[in-house]
């Protein structure tokens, strides 16, 4: 099985570019996120004629996840409060930022962290409040699947390998020490990062600035990620970041990233 993650900043924007690349790819799980668009208004045929089931939490112009899979996914369910206490949940399901269900054996979690916007913002404690959140919303699905697939724009690069330039990470959004320990006080219940399996070298982002020429000198921030459980890690065959599409004209400003086991 192939599941990718894609982060496609606006699916109508970019809805022939991922039509293409799902025709060359045929991978069997896309995960979307900041699609910006209502479901009611969601591009759905091309994909359907692809041979894809659709399932989408979206908002307009804001966020927005979906999941298309060629296999019908089960247990499907949108944001944390049909996991986690309505209270623990408490307003965060506003933003369109978490879709799950599952193919066969294998629970596929397709989040879109918040940003966080700047250190000592109110976004930035949401964001912190949010991580929180959905490490109690994992670890509830981890009693239950032994096999999860955890994928998505997480805004967060966990290791200055992931970033180009890692000087005064500690005072950057995406890299601080609170967000980074967030993310691994979540890892911590036995989510391993499949790229890292395949490949420890620096250099391989899935992010790039669409300013100052940023794709094109390589400087960006490797924030889009797959993290599985132990024994999905060790079914895992191969993870890679497809740079293909970030050199097309209009392209997002991530590449989806591709894990098979």
């Not at 293409?20 to 759905?44: A, I, M, R, Y």
């Not at 949401?126 to 919303?137: D, T």
């Not at 993310?183 to 036995?190: D, H, Q, T, W």
């Not at 459980?229 to 997002?252: F, G, M, N, W």
């Amino acid at each position: 099985m192939k599941v990718a993650t894609w982060n496609v900043n606006s699916i109508r924007t970019r809805q022939q570019l991922v039509v293409e690349w799902l025709e060359e790819t045929k991978v069997d799980v896309l995960c979307l996120q900041e699609t910006k668009v209502v479901d009611k208004d969601f591009p759905t045929t091309p994909f359907e004629q692809l041979g894809y089931h659709l399932y989408i939490s979206g908002q307009k112009a804001y966020n927005g996840v979906a999941i298309f899979s060629r296999i019908p996914m089960e247990d499907v369910s949108n944001g944390f409060a049909k996991i986690v206490d309505d209270c623990l949940a408490e307003d965060f399901d506003a933003q369109k930022r978490v879709i799950t269900g599952v193919i066969g054996e294998v629970r596929i979690v397709n989040l879109y962290v918040p940003n966080g916007s700047g250190i000592g913002t109110e976004k930035y404690d949401y964001k912190l409040r949010w991580l929180k959140v959905l490490g109690e919303y994992l670890q509830i699905l981890a009693r239950s699947h032994r096999e999860i697939c955890v994928c998505g724009d997480f805004n967060i690069a966990l290791e200055d390998r992931d970033i180009y330039n890692p000087k005064g990470k500690e005072n950057h959004i995406m890299s601080s020490d609170a967000e980074r320990q967030a993310l691994r006080e979540i890892l911590a219940i036995g989510l391993r990062d499949a790229f890292r399996k395949f490949n420890s070298q620096e250099g391989h982002f899935t992010w790039w600035d669409y300013r100052a020429a940023g794709f094109r000198r390589n400087r960006g921030w490797r924030i889009d990620t797959h993290y599985l459980t132990k024994e999905l890690y060790e079914k895992a065959i191969s993870c890679h970041i497809d740079v293909e599409p970030r050199k097309q004209e209009k392209p997002s400003d991530h590449a989806p990233a591709i894990v098979e086991f």
